[in-house]
C-alpha cells in the first residue's frame, strides 16, 4: 500500500515552454501533497505545501507564478513549471501523506526535468 | 530556527558490519520522525516513529525514537552491499496541521563487498 506515482519520469524541454508534472496517489486518499526540488547531491528542499481544494503554501523564496501548484482532488496534485529556463533543470519531487494522524509521507519516483 | 541534525554525514563499512545512524532534532509542534533510504531516485519510507521507546523493526533494519533526549537512531545490522544509499531522517511538524517535513542532511553510506 501507499504508492505514489509521478508522470512523466523524465522530460526534456526548450526554454521557455512550460512543463506539467503530476503526483498520484494510488491506493490511499491524500488530503497534503508536497513539491520538494532536490539538487545532485543535496537533500531535498520543500517548494510548497498543497492542500486538496485550496491555494498551496509556498516556501520562501520560491516564485507561486513561475511553479503553478493545482491540487485538485484527494490523489492527484500537479506542478506546472512556467517559462522554464535551464536553471530550473532539477529533479522534481512529490509527497503524499494521508489523511489520518498516523499517516506518514510516501514519495513519489520523481521527475527529472531538463530544460535545453 | 527548527533543525534535523545527522550524523555522521558518510559512513564507508564492510558486508557483515553492524552500523548504527544517528538522527537529533530541535522541532517545535513535534508531530513523527521518519526515516527514508534514498538510491538514485526519490526516498523510500522504512519507518515512522511517534512514541518515544518503542523498537521498530523490518529485517535487518530497526529505529527507536527518544523524545526526551530529542533522537533517533537507525540500526542496519549484517550489512549488504545493497544498504548503500543517503539514509535520510526527517521530522514531521505539524504547522496548521499540513505534516511539513524537515529534513536532516542524509548519512551516505557505502557497504563495501
Known amino acids: 500500500g501507499a504508492v505514489v506515482s509521478q508522470h512523466p519520469s523524465w522530460v526534456i524541454c526548450k526554454s521557455g515552454t512550460s512543463v506539467k508534472i503530476e503526483c498520484r496517489s494510488l491506493?490511499?486518499?491524500?488530503?497534503?501533497m508536497f513539491w520538494y526540488r532536490q539538487f545532485p547531491k543535496q537533500s531535498l528542499m520543500l517548494m510548497a505545501t498543497?492542500?486538496?481544494?485550496?491555494?498551496?503554501?509556498?516556501e520562501q523564496g520560491v516564485e507561486k507564478d513561475k511553479f503553478l501548484i493545482n491540487h485538485a482532488s484527494l490523489t492527484l496534485s500537479t506542478l506546472t513549471v512556467t517559462s522554464a529556463h535551464p536553471e530550473d533543470s532539477s529533479f522534481y519531487i512529490c509527497?503524499?501523506?494521508?489523511?489520518?494522524?498516523?499517516?506518514?509521507?510516501?514519495f513519489g519516483p520523481g521527475t527529472r526535468l531538463t530544460v535545453t | 530556527e527548527d533543525k534535523v541534525v545527522q550524523s555522521p554525514l558518510s559512513l564507508v563499512v564492510h558486508e557483515g558490519d553492524t552500523v548504527t545512524l544517528n538522527c537529533s532534532y530541535e522541532?517545535?509542534?513535534?508531530?513523527?520522525l521518519l526515516w527514508y533510504k534514498q538510491e538514485k531516485k526519490a526516498p523510500t519510507f522504512l519507518f515512522m516513529l511517534?512514541?518515544?521507546?518503542i523498537e521498530k523493526k523490518s529485517g535487518r533494519l530497526s529505529s527507536i525514537l527518544d523524545k526526551k533526549e530529542l533522537f533517533s537512531i537507525l540500526n542496519i545490522t549484517a550489512t549488504q552491499t545493497g544498504d548503500s544509499a543517503i539514509y535520510l531522517c526527517?521530522?514531521?511538524?505539524?504547522?496548521?496541521?499540513?505534516?511539513?517535513?524537515?529534513f536532516g542532511q542524509g548519512t551516505t553510506l557505502q557497504v563495501k563487498p
Open positions: 522541532v517545535t509542534n513535534f508531530r513523527s
Open positions: 509527497s503524499a501523506r494521508g489523511d489520518r494522524a498516523e499517516s506518514g509521507q510516501y
Open positions: 498543497s492542500n486538496e481544494g485550496s491555494k498551496a503554501t509556498y
Open positions: 491506493d490511499f486518499q491524500a488530503t497534503t
Open positions: 511517534t512514541s518515544s521507546g
Open positions: 526527517a521530522v514531521e511538524a505539524s504547522y496548521s496541521n499540513t505534516g511539513k517535513l524537515i
